[in-house]
């Protein structure tokens, strides 16, 4: 579905990489490894040189705005550019399902700096959702939620997947991993490394 | 000119006693002070007298390519103002560029249409005429250009992650930076908006100030500042836009990324 070739920035890479439908793909490795990095390149977010190509349609032939549309990339912090939640969504019908399945069906009416960070993460992702992506690029989705909401987003994000999403996250949770079923690779230095998946959660 | 009343070089220095009493308080009063102040009125003195000399020497010249020269060594000068008032400033020589050439456009522009349109001197460039004029087109211009520059650099470097965010969400380099260019383009608007708002009934503004002092009618001295002033917030307007939009334009890519690698690290 996403294939990726020869992908390097002056930092990180090159990277080989492919993302099958339903599938998801788990980094991890220590911090200041490139994790984020490498997202961002795919996102194509920061310079980067390397072939991304999308269900056989090559990232260069399309508008950097229509790409991130189709790969989406939620940073483990992101941002926000008005005071309210509602000026950060768009309103389409699929809202309020998708507000209510991670907890927050009564959100869009608060102000943005009286969230928490697990609220912010939560509505972030909520964001990206609502443009229906068909690759998810997350970093570290769960980092900030209680185990309730982590089950919440979970749950959502497998939904995304059995409608044939595809999935690349960057997660610190030994155990994220294996309940997405997802594939594990391991990043230090800005490569990928042949370690063992027990090794590579430390 | 009839009403003109010459100064002596004892008026000047009787003049500035108020001055030299308030470093004496200053001193007085350990204020600390008194170093700056006494260096800078000299400072002014000695500029002033300067640029007294050279503009009569100009004027004396009627050259058009001393005129010209006076105007670049001003536009030198306040290009490198606009570039020294920036926390942030882009990197290489698009630092000093692009808002020296944004405030030289707008200001040539603006001002060539006034000698050329409405003052009409003979001829067209006559220094005494040109260079005053070029001189407060380029000052207001300058003003605006350079916060208009530091606003959205500031605004860019501590909101990257807000216009990263709607970068993601598939907008365009130009919808997610809108709401920092606005802010941008008010603050380097403010100070003319401010001034033309407050002419006339907080202050008589300099240049009417100095016409009606030596002699003018006060109804042609007020024409003369309208003109003035319209001419200042059109070039300024101009200036600023051009120079934001600029800028905008410089910090992004044509893959619509924020490209602040390519802005000066800030001093905070």
């Given at each position: 579905m996403l294939t990726i070739r020869d992908l390097k920035t002056p930092l990180i890479g090159p990277f080989d990489l492919d993302l099958a439908p339903g599938a998801a793909t788990a980094v991890s490795g220590p911090s200041g490894a490139g994790k984020s990095l490498f997202l961002r390149a795919i996102a194509d977010l920061d310079e980067n040189a390397g072939s991304v190509v999308l269900n056989g349609v090559s990232r260069a032939s399309l508008s950097a705005p229509d790409w991130r549309r189709k790969v989406a990339y939620v940073p483990a912090e992101s941002g926000w550019w008005s005071e309210r939640v509602e000026d950060h969504f768009q309103d389409t019908p699929g809202l309020g399902a998708l507000l209510a399945a991670v907890g927050l069906e009564n959100a869009l009416g608060w102000e943005i700096a009286r969230l928490s960070t697990g609220e912010r993460q939560r509505l972030a992702l909520v964001r990206a959702l609502q443009l229906a992506p068909q690759v998810l690029l997350l970093d570290e989705p769960t980092s900030a939620l209680d185990p309730p909401s982590v089950q919440q987003v979970e749950t959502l994000l497998a939904a995304r997947l059995h409608s044939g999403c595809a999935m690349l996250l960057v997660t610190h949770d030994p155990g994220q991993p294996d309940r997405f079923g997802a594939r594990r690779l391991h990043m230090e230095h800005g490569k990928f490394t042949d370690l063992e998946p027990r090794e590579a959660m430390s | 000119m009839t009403g003109y009343l010459a100064l002596s070089y004892w008026d000047l220095a009787a003049a500035s006693?108020?001055?030299?009493?308030?470093?004496?308080?200053?001193?007085?009063?350990?204020?600390?002070?008194?170093?700056?102040?006494?260096?800078?009125?000299?400072?002014?003195?000695?500029?002033?007298?300067?640029?007294?000399?050279?503009?009569?020497?100009?004027?004396?010249?009627?050259?058009?390519?001393?005129?010209?020269?006076?105007?670049?060594?001003?536009?030198?000068?306040?290009?490198?103002?606009?570039?020294?008032?920036?926390?942030?400033?882009?990197?290489?020589?698009?630092?000093?560029?692009?808002?020296?050439?944004?405030?030289?456009?707008?200001?040539?522009?603006?001002?060539?249409?006034?000698?050329?349109?409405?003052?009409?001197?003979?001829?067209?460039?006559?220094?005494?005429?040109?260079?005053?004029?070029?001189?407060?087109?380029?000052?207001?211009?300058?003003?605006?250009?350079?916060?208009?520059?530091?606003?959205?650099?500031?605004?860019?470097?501590?909101?990257?992650?807000?216009?990263?965010?709607q970068l993601l969400l598939g907008r365009t380099k130009w919808e997610a930076t809108r709401p920092l260019v606005r802010q941008a383009l008010r603050s380097g608007f403010t100070p003319i908006i401010n001034a033309m708002a407050a002419t006339g009934v907080v202050s008589l503004p300099g240049m009417m100030t100095g016409q009606i002092l030596s002699g003018v009618d006060p109804q042609e001295a007020v024409k003369y500042q309208l003109l003035i002033m319209f001419l200042l917030g059109g070039a300024t307007g101009l200036g600023v836009l051009a120079a934001t939009f600029g800028s905008v334009w410089r910090l992004t890519d044509n893959r619509h990324r924020l490209r602040l690698d390519r802005l000066s690290g800030g001093s905070a």
């Amino acid at each position: 579905m996403l294939t990726i070739r020869d992908l390097k920035t002056p930092l990180i890479g090159p990277f080989d990489l492919d993302l099958a439908p339903g599938a998801a793909t788990a980094v991890s490795g220590p911090s200041g490894a490139g994790k984020s990095l490498f997202l961002r390149a795919i996102a194509d977010l920061d310079e980067n040189a390397g072939s991304v190509v999308l269900n056989g349609v090559s990232r260069a032939s399309l508008s950097a705005p229509d790409w991130r549309r189709k790969v989406a990339y939620v940073p483990a912090e992101s941002g926000w550019w008005s005071e309210r939640v509602e000026d950060h969504f768009q309103d389409t019908p699929g809202l309020g399902a998708l507000l209510a399945a991670v907890g927050l069906e009564n959100a869009l009416g608060w102000e943005i700096a009286r969230l928490s960070t697990g609220e912010r993460q939560r509505l972030a992702l909520v964001r990206a959702l609502q443009l229906a992506p068909q690759v998810l690029l997350l970093d570290e989705p769960t980092s900030a939620l209680d185990p309730p909401s982590v089950q919440q987003v979970e749950t959502l994000l497998a939904a995304r997947l059995h409608s044939g999403c595809a999935m690349l996250l960057v997660t610190h949770d030994p155990g994220q991993p294996d309940r997405f079923g997802a594939r594990r690779l391991h990043m230090e230095h800005g490569k990928f490394t042949d370690l063992e998946p027990r090794e590579a959660m430390s | 000119m009839t009403g003109y009343l010459a100064l002596s070089y004892w008026d000047l220095a009787a003049a500035s006693i108020f001055l030299v009493l308030n470093a004496v308080f200053s001193l007085l009063l350990n204020l600390g002070l008194t170093r700056t102040l006494i260096v800078s009125a000299l400072r002014m003195t000695v500029q002033l007298l300067l640029v007294g000399l050279i503009l009569k020497a100009i004027f004396f010249a009627g050259s058009l390519w001393w005129t010209l020269l006076a105007a670049a060594v001003m536009s030198v000068f306040a290009g490198r103002e606009i570039w020294a008032r920036q926390d942030r400033r882009l990197k290489g020589l698009w630092g000093p560029g692009l808002g020296a050439g944004a405030m030289l456009i707008a200001g040539m522009l603006v001002t060539v249409y006034a000698l050329v349109g409405q003052i009409r001197p003979d001829p067209v460039w006559a220094p005494q005429f040109a260079l005053p004029l070029f001189g407060m087109i380029l000052g207001n211009t300058m003003t605006g250009v350079s916060l208009g520059l530091d606003t959205l650099h500031s605004a860019l470097a501590r909101g990257s992650r807000a216009v990263e965010a709607q970068l993601l969400l598939g907008r365009t380099k130009w919808e997610a930076t809108r709401p920092l260019v606005r802010q941008a383009l008010r603050s380097g608007f403010t100070p003319i908006i401010n001034a033309m708002a407050a002419t006339g009934v907080v202050s008589l503004p300099g240049m009417m100030t100095g016409q009606i002092l030596s002699g003018v009618d006060p109804q042609e001295a007020v024409k003369y500042q309208l003109l003035i002033m319209f001419l200042l917030g059109g070039a300024t307007g101009l200036g600023v836009l051009a120079a934001t939009f600029g800028s905008v334009w410089r910090l992004t890519d044509n893959r619509h990324r924020l490209r602040l690698d390519r802005l000066s690290g800030g001093s905070a």
